[in-house]
């Protein structure tokens, strides 16, 4: 079965309920329509543009409720891996008085900074991904039975 397109299919009608009928407010949904949200826009991002990508496009919320999704589908791997690299890439940003958006965090990378990202970016698409994408389509659909709003 092909885990990532079942997954994107499912869980991209959380994030549509988010962005559509709620604005980006994270708020108006509930935990696990968060994480699922976050997770799909984990899984888009990260094979389009990698966790550069995710994170600038989705900032600290996108990021906390994909990470919460990862622990409760028991991911642990993964979970680690792009947390480390929040922490060793990301979060000496937080309180940088240069950014006005997440976008600018880029400019600032140092050659460091982008050889974490490369890896991560290659473990994601190398091993983790489908797993991943499996995990949650499992927990989620097959064994909550979440549904979106209509």
């Known amino acids: ?5 079942l997954w994107d299919d ?8 988010l962005e559509a009928n709620f604005g980006g407010d994270w708020d108006r949904l509930d935990q696990e329509e968060r994480e699922i949200a976050g997770l799909w826009k984990l899984l888009v991002d990260m094979y389009n543009g990698g ?7 989705w900032g600290y919320s996108g990021y906390w409720y994909a990470m919460c999704g990862l622990k409760k589908i028991g991911d642990r791997n993964l979970l680690e891996r ?7 890439v990301f979060e000496k940003f937080k309180d940088d008085p240069r950014l006005k958006a997440y976008w600018d965090i880029p400019e600032y990378f140092t ?6 990202l490369d890896e ?3 473990y994601f698409w190398d091993e983790a991904g489908e ?7 499992e927990y989620y659909h ?7 709003r209509k």
């Not at 079965?1 to 397109?5: A, C, G, H, S």
């Not at 499912?10 to 309920?17: G, R």
């Not at 550069?52 to 496009?57: H, T």
């Not at 792009?82 to 060793?88: I, M, P, R, V």
């Open 10 to 17: 499912y869980s991209i009608q959380f994030n549509e309920t």
């Open 111 to 116: 050659e460091q900074d982008e050889v974490i």
């Open 1 to 5: 079965m092909d885990y990532v397109k």
């Open 82 to 88: 792009l947390h480390e690299t929040y922490e060793q």
């Open 120 to 122: 991560t970016n290659e």
């Open 142 to 148: 097959d064994q909550l039975k979440k549904e979106p």
């Open 51 to 57: 966790f550069e990508q995710f994170f600038c496009n």
């Open 131 to 137: 797993q991943f994408a499996k995990r949650a389509y």
